[in-house]
């Protein structure tokens, strides 16, 4: 069985940075894409960084320049550091990454969420 559980989220004024982790556990084998995204209320989910199992990342427009995805495959967590945060930031992020387990095949995975408050 595979979990993620995300940490880091909390209330923090414009202006400031937050750094979020994503810790993957249970009967891993590989990990392969590990993403964060984020959901406003009344807004429907969105993508805001991905980083492949080679490195290689990608970044929503409104997040270039001020938010940095890594991963330490070593300790199977993945990072999200925001900095310069907005208020139009606050959401609740979420974890989600594509694993293969140890039996079976892949599938992508949900953390339960972490909120992010950024007050103007």
């Known amino acids: 069985q595979v979990q993620l559980v995300e940490s880091g989220g909390g209330l923090v004024q414009a202006g400031g940075s937050l750094r979020l982790s994503c810790v993957a556990s249970?009967?891993?084998?590989?990990?392969?894409?590990m993403d964060w995204y984020r959901q406003a209320p009344g807004k429907q989910r969105e993508l805001v960084a991905a980083?492949?199992?080679?490195?290689?990342?990608n970044y929503a427009d409104s997040v270039k320049g001020r938010f940095t995805i890594s991963r330490d495959n070593a300790r199977n967590t993945v990072y999200l550091q925001m900095n310069s945060l907005k208020p139009e930031d606050t959401a609740v992020y979420y974890c989600?990454?594509?694993?293969?387990?140890?039996?079976?095949?892949?599938?992508?995975?949900w953390g339960q969420g972490t909120q992010v408050t950024v007050s103007s």
């Open positions: 980083i492949r199992s080679g490195g290689l990342t």
């Open positions: 249970g009967s891993i084998f590989v990990i392969y894409d």
């Open positions: 989600n990454a594509n694993i293969q387990p140890v039996l079976g095949g892949p599938s992508w995975y």
